[in-house]
């Protein structure tokens, strides 16, 4: 148990369907993430957010949508998506971006299938 | 840009066979280099922060060594429950601040 919990731990939804992704971590950090991990490439970075203000958006499409209403919570809205956007989600995060202890603490991950 | 090269892809080892993982790195002044394990559909464990030449860590049978170009991760006497994808990422100390990952070393520990 990192303190980072994610939800759901699967997901299976359809190219029209709209889910969220949800995220929250438990460690009294400042800075969340969204990365995307799919088979044999590193991880993307999608979203960043530092004390809830967004700070880095990866070209992300639009079809995936970031929502931080509070330092501990972090989702991922999805809509419309494709297959190629099957992939382990994965939602971290850190003391701060600067400044302190900048090591990430990940989630397990929410493995999405589009279909 | 930053870069960042793991090698090797996959290793295959036997219970016991001591060996080193390597992770090269390029980055205009690094601020920290990190290292997780990551277990099959689970998300990164993180195990070491290394900030400056010469800087070693260990955690049981691991070992982590840094110098200006490149990480070591030893790994002494592996057991099974070592197998797992062992990742590093650098984080730059001018410019972004994000840290940029390796794709990993996939190690399996035969018993």
């Known amino acids: 148990e990192t303190g980072v919990t994610q939800t759901p731990r699967h997901l299976v939804m359809g190219m029209t369907n709209k889910k969220s992704l949800k995220c929250e971590q438990h460690?009294?950090?400042?800075?969340m993430y969204w990365y995307k991990q799919s088979a044999k490439k590193p991880l993307e970075l999608m979203f960043v957010y530092s004390l809830e203000e967004r700070v880095e958006n990866n070209s992300v499409p639009s079809r995936f949508s970031p929502e931080c209403p509070n330092s501990s919570h972090l989702f991922l809205h999805l809509h419309t998506l494709q297959p190629e956007d099957s992939a382990l989600y994965l939602c971290?995060?850190?003391?701060?971006?600067?400044?302190?202890?900048?090591?990430?603490?990940f989630g397990q991950g929410t493995r999405l299938t589009v279909v | 840009e930053d870069q960042v090269t793991q090698s090797p892809e996959a290793l295959r080892l036997q219970e016991g066979e001591s060996s080193s993982l390597n992770c090269s790195y390029t980055v205009s002044g690094l601020r920290g280099l990190f290292w997780y394990r990551q277990d099959p559909g689970k998300g990164p464990e993180f195990l070491f922060t290394?900030?400056?030449a010469g800087e070693e860590k260990e955690k049981e049978r691991l070992k982590a060594t840094l110098t200006k170009k490149e990480s070591f991760l030893h790994i002494t006497a592996p057991k099974p429950e070592d197998s797992a994808t062992y990742l590093c990422a650098v984080q730059a100390s001018g410019g972004s601040y994000i840290p940029t990952f390796g794709r990993g070393t996939s190690l399996i520990v035969h018993p």
């Open positions: 971290a995060s850190s003391q701060d971006l600067v400044g302190g202890p900048t090591e990430a603490f």
């Open positions: 460690l009294g950090h400042n800075a």
């Open positions: 290394l900030y400056s």
